[in-house]
């Protein structure tokens, strides 16, 4: 199984900041990770897919990066509805989910 | 109206089998780059993809569950179907209905139903 390990757990910022989540596979996964938004009570969103690409209708203020076993997803300039759960997910092998990283207000 | 919504009992007896249905409109069912899948969140807990199935019936399941579910499609009533069977506590979580993107370079989990919430207890 491809396991994947989300850093930080948990993150305060304020609105403005721009906020970085990396993502990590336990092996390759070329560019098969996509990002999620979850909001309480909500179902996930997504936001990025295959690493990279920006999913029609998220602000650009979104923008991942990454290959192989480390990905990125960053926030250049937090907004009020940003505060939320995120989740990355490889579709290289099967399906698998990071662990969440928690998006907290300052 | 919804892409996919979910329905089925927001109760079941620990031993017995959960049963799911998702209904897909709005998109249609039988569009060849496209899975229809399961993914479930136990409260305040992390994401657990249970499984997919194509309109022409191929499935894969999460190996961790594999002996337990059954998907199944209709495509004559436009909706995907979901049995866990031996369900204890653990079991309980919402259950999203998802639409699941499958080609060579984009694979993603693009719609989602609301979720509907299964307690297992007696």
């Known amino acids: 199984d491809i396991q994947m390990t989300q850093s930080p757990s948990s993150l305060s910022a304020s609105v403005g900041d721009r906020v970085t989540i990396t993502c990590r596979a336990s092996?390759?996964?070329?560019?098969?990770l996509n990002w999620y938004q979850q909001k309480s009570g909500k179902a996930p969103k997504l936001l990025i897919y295959?690493?990279?690409s920006l999913q029609s209708g998220v602000p650009s203020r979104f923008s991942g990066s990454g290959s192989g076993t480390d990905f990125t997803l960053t926030i250049s300039s937090l907004q009020p509805e940003d505060f939320a759960t995120y989740y990355c997910q490889q579709s290289y092998n099967y399906r698998t989910f990071g662990q969440g990283t928690k998006l907290e207000i300052k | 109206q919804l892409p996919l919504q979910e329905s089925g009992p927001g109760l079941v007896k620990p031993s017995e089998t959960l049963s799911l249905s998702c209904t897909v409109s709005?998109?249609?069912?039988?569009?060849?780059?496209?899975?229809w899948g399961w993914i479930r969140q136990p409260p305040g807990k992390d994401l657990e993809w249970i499984g997919s199935i194509h309109y022409n019936g191929h499935t894969y399941y999460n190996p961790s569950l594999q002996s337990r579910v059954t998907l199944s499609v209709d495509t004559s009533k436009k909706q995907v179907s979901l049995n866990l069977s031996s369900v204890t506590a653990a079991d309980t979580a919402v259950y999203y209905c998802v639409r699941d993107q499958w080609e060579l370079l984009v694979r993603r989990f693009d719609f989602w139903g609301q979720g509907i919430l299964v307690t297992v207890s007696s």
């Open positions: 295959s690493a990279s």
């Open positions: 709005v998109v249609s069912i039988s569009d060849s780059s496209y899975y």
């Open positions: 092996q390759s996964i070329s560019n098969y």
